[in-house]
């Protein structure tokens, strides 16, 4: 029953052939090393390029790449293949399960040697049964040890339900409070951060600041969309066990839905912005908007909000959020099958267990990176002060947040449910439909992303 689960979130198309081959198969990337020989290509298949610029900005072996920036050469002549799908509508994860199904049987050049996963689908493949992503003991390195310095949650989350490690990455996302200054002047009378981080230090505080914002015709917040993870990475059990086919609504879940009707109905979000990542929530963040804050990681400031800002550098400052809380992240793991262990046990440990080589990327990409020290140092450290914060160092603020959060239990079908139960209560939020209809509405959803549950359990 398992290994169906499991293959059902694969791509349906020969499962067993994936199970089979490349399943199981440690072996095949335990062969390869020891036997010492090295491909000539590295296949890494991504959503983005962003681990490529991160690659190439800190790894010694780079020679060169390709002008369309596919190809990257190494010293030794060794040639990675940058494998790129989008992640909308979820190319990028049936591209990467084709490919996977295919491991056992392809050519060398044509394996899979390294892959990208992210947080909300990160455990679809870490899972101890599908085995796609090697045990990073088996490629050499030791959790223990070579990566002492990073964030105790992140290695939990790149691990599978025996706590094997299955994957490393470079960063870690704890989230703020960002908020716009000249708002904060005009209703409390400052934009200190420590000012301000009092008047949003929980939730029963910040409603009453909310009602301070509002009286001035501001918006707390653009969308109910924007505190959604705050609640939902603070579930206290998976939204499946492992072996079961029963999706778990959690009671922080229904709290979000509750709070956030009654937030949406006092006034404190925006009714016109629905949801995130569409034109209305971009437009939220520029500066005819009446939103005073967003809850954002360092990389939701640097890729979303500051490019939707219209407005000078220094109208922003961020501050501590609510309820301590992690947003995304990007995780690096070795394919099983792989042909390239040596190599790709390099790239690992450059990228994430070099604490010079994340300085350097947290300093050239604002990154909040996985290193535990270097973030305390970056805390403390002028060079790390944002010009578009206004000379901020945003790392004092991230640092104590990351130190503190308990990552929530994963399982393989938090994408589907992290998305379907937002999207059916947005309509319930927006009146289109009542909360009983919204519950049945993400039933029928998530039955039709994932055939093998067979029930939703609702919190009494």
């Known amino acids: 029953m398992r290994k169906k689960v499991i293959a059902s979130l694969l791509?349906?198309?020969?499962?067993?052939?994936?199970?089979?081959?490349?399943?199981?198969?440690?072996?095949?990337?335990?062969?390869?090393?020891?036997?010492?020989?090295e491909g000539k290509v590295i296949n890494i298949y991504s959503w983005n390029d962003e681990f490529r610029t991160r690659l190439e900005a800190i790894y010694p072996e780079v020679e060169s790449t390709s002008d369309d920036g596919t190809v990257t050469t190494l010293k030794d002549g060794t040639e990675i293949h940058w494998i790129i799908n989008p992640n909308q509508d979820g190319v990028y994860q049936q591209k990467?399960?084709?490919?996977?199904?295919?491991?056992?049987?392809?050519?060398?050049?044509?394996?899979?040697d390294i892959f990208l996963s992210e947080t909300d689908y990160v455990y679809k493949y870490t899972d101890?049964?599908?085995?796609?992503?090697?045990?990073?003991?088996?490629l050499g390195i030791d959790p223990d040890t070579d990566l002492a310095d990073q964030y105790e949650f992140t290695k939990t989350t790149a691990s599978d339900q025996n706590g094997v490690q299955r994957g490393s990455t470079w960063q870690c996302c704890p989230g703020l409070l960002v908020y716009r200054r000249d708002i904060a002047k005009d209703v409390f009378g400052t934009d200190d951060p420590a000012t301000v981080g009092e008047k949003v230090k929980d939730w029963d505080t910040l409603a009453a600041t909310?009602?301070?914002?509002?009286?001035?015709?501001?918006?707390?917040?653009?969308?109910?969309a924007d505190t959604f993870r705050l609640y939902g990475n603070s579930i206290d059990e998976p939204w499946v066990e492992s072996g079961e086919t029963v999706i778990n609504i959690n009671q922080n879940i229904m709290n979000w839905v509750d709070d956030s009707k009654e937030w949406l109905d006092a006034g404190y979000f925006d009714k016109t912005v629905k949801g995130q990542w569409n034109d209305d929530w971009n437009k939220s963040m520029s500066s005819s908007s009446k939103v005073f804050a967003f809850l954002l990681p360092a990389w939701g400031i640097d890729f979303t909000l500051s490019p939707n800002w219209d407005g000078e550098d220094g109208a922003w400052a961020v501050t501590n959020p609510p309820q301590e809380y992690n947003w995304g992240g990007s995780y690096i793991h070795a394919c099983t099958g792989t042909d390239n262990p040596e190599h790709v046990k390099d790239i690992i440990l450059s990228l994430t267990a070099d604490k010079d080589n994340l300085i350097k990327i947290s300093k050239d990409y604002l990154d909040f990176t996985n290193t535990v020290s270097g973030m305390q140092e970056?805390?403390?450290?002028?060079?790390?002060?944002?010009?578009?914060?206004?000379?901020?160092?945003?790392?004092?603020?991230?640092?104590?947040?990351?130190?503190?959060?308990?990552?929530?239990p994963l399982s393989a079908y938090d994408q589907g449910c992290v998305e379907l139960?937002?999207?059916?209560?947005?309509?319930?939020?927006?009146?289109?439909v009542d909360y009983d209809k919204a519950k049945s509405n993400f039933e029928t959803a998530i039955i039709e992303r994932y055939p093998d549950i067979t029930e939703v359990a609702w919190p009494e």
């Open 11 to 37: 791509t349906a198309t020969a499962v067993v052939g994936m199970l089979a081959g490349c399943g199981g198969s440690s072996d095949s990337g335990s062969d390869t090393a020891a036997s010492g020989e």
């Open 96 to 112: 990467l399960d084709e490919a996977l199904l295919n491991q056992a049987d392809a050519a060398a050049d044509d394996k899979i």
């Open 128 to 138: 101890a049964d599908a085995d796609v992503a090697m045990p990073l003991e088996d």
């Open 210 to 224: 909310a009602e301070e914002l509002k009286a001035k015709g501001y918006y707390t917040f653009a969308s109910y």
């Open 378 to 408: 970056a805390a403390k450290d002028p060079e790390f002060a944002s010009e578009f914060l206004g000379g901020q160092n945003p790392y004092e603020y991230f640092a104590p947040v990351a130190e503190n959060i308990q990552i929530a």
């Open 421 to 432: 139960i937002q999207n059916s209560f947005s309509d319930y939020f927006q009146g289109n």
